[in-house]
Each structure stands twice: as C-alpha cells, then as structure tokens.
C-alpha cells in the first residue's frame, strides 16, 4: 500500500465544500527549498482524496492521508509532518486521541494540529481558537483558500 494514501476506511464524504478556483501558488523558495508535509488524519475517504488533490496543486505542499485513526501515529513518523489536519469525530479512536497520541511522542510535541469537525459551527469554535498554542478548530465544510490561510500563518520552514 502506497503510504503517501492509505484508504482504509470506506465511508462516504460528507464534504464537498473544498474549493480550489483561483488559489495561489506558494513556491518553495530559496536553494534546497522544500514543500510543506501535510497529514490528514480523516475518516471520509473521497474528502481525504479532494483535500489532497486541491492542496497539491500548490507545488509548496506535500500530503499524505491516513484514513485510518490507529495508523495515525505510524503514519506521521515515517512522514514527519509541519503540520496535521485532523477530524476530530471519528470511530472508535476520536480526533482527541489521536491527538493525544502525538502530543505523547517527543517527536511530534511542537507539531500544530488543523482540527476539523462537524460538531460546531465557526462562530462556536471562535471560543476554543486561541486557547491552546498550535490548536486550531475548523468548521466543516471548508474551503481550500481558509485552510491554505491556517497552514501559511502555522507552518514556517
């Protein structure tokens, strides 16, 4: 199985919202540049695929998918990731242990976490952003450009 995309979960997507018209490019810069590793820890399949999709078409991200909540932490140590976009309401291992999980691993301490759900509305989740350094809650659906947006102000190479 190809790691960069595992797919082992087999459920339907229930966002269609990621928007990729008229994004702009962020080009590595500088000799040596490299893009910005992105994980996805998500249990929806075909978002998991648009999500990867749409962010690759900017040549400054690098994306693997984990599907897959007890592969996450396996995942994420062969990818070393800047950042990790998470959805919070999974089976059987929800988001928050999965976070867990990492926070636990001296290797991932400093790592910022993208936190999706469906659970609360952006005005809801204003509350909770701010509160934790590296904890960001989104809304879901969410367009690309506000994603791309939380990725540039949290990851610096």
């Given at each position: 199985m190809n790691p960069q995309f595992s797919t082992t979960a087999r459920?339907?997507?229930?966002?269609?919202?990621?928007?990729s018209k008229d994004e702009p490019k962020h080009q590595p810069s500088g000799p040596?540049?490299?893009?910005?590793?992105?994980?996805?820890?998500?249990?929806?399949?075909a978002f998991s695929r648009i999500l990867k999709?749409?962010?690759?078409?900017?040549p400054a991200y690098e994306v693997w998918v984990e599907?897959?909540?007890?592969?996450?932490?396996a995942t994420g140590s062969k990818f070393s990731p800047d950042i990790i976009i998470l959805d919070v309401g999974m089976p059987?291992?929800?988001?928050?242990?999965?976070?867990?999980?990492?926070?636990a691993d001296?290797?991932?301490?400093?790592?910022?976490?993208?936190?999706?759900?469906?659970?609360?509305?952006?005005k809801?989740?204003?509350?909770?952003?701010?509160?934790?350094?590296?904890?960001?809650?989104?809304?879901k659906p969410v367009s690309a450009r506000r994603l791309i947006d939380i990725i540039e102000k949290h990851v610096r190479l």
């Open positions: 459920e339907p997507a229930a966002c269609a919202a990621v928007e040596g540049a490299r893009r910005k590793r992105v994980l996805l820890i998500d249990k929806e399949v999709m749409t962010l690759e078409l900017d599907n897959d909540p007890h592969l996450a932490l059987h291992f929800d988001g928050d242990g999965v976070q867990a999980q990492f926070k001296p290797n991932f301490k400093e790592i910022p976490f993208l936190v999706l759900t469906t659970m609360a509305n952006e809801e989740l204003e509350e909770y952003n701010g509160r934790s350094e590296g904890l960001v809650y989104v809304a």
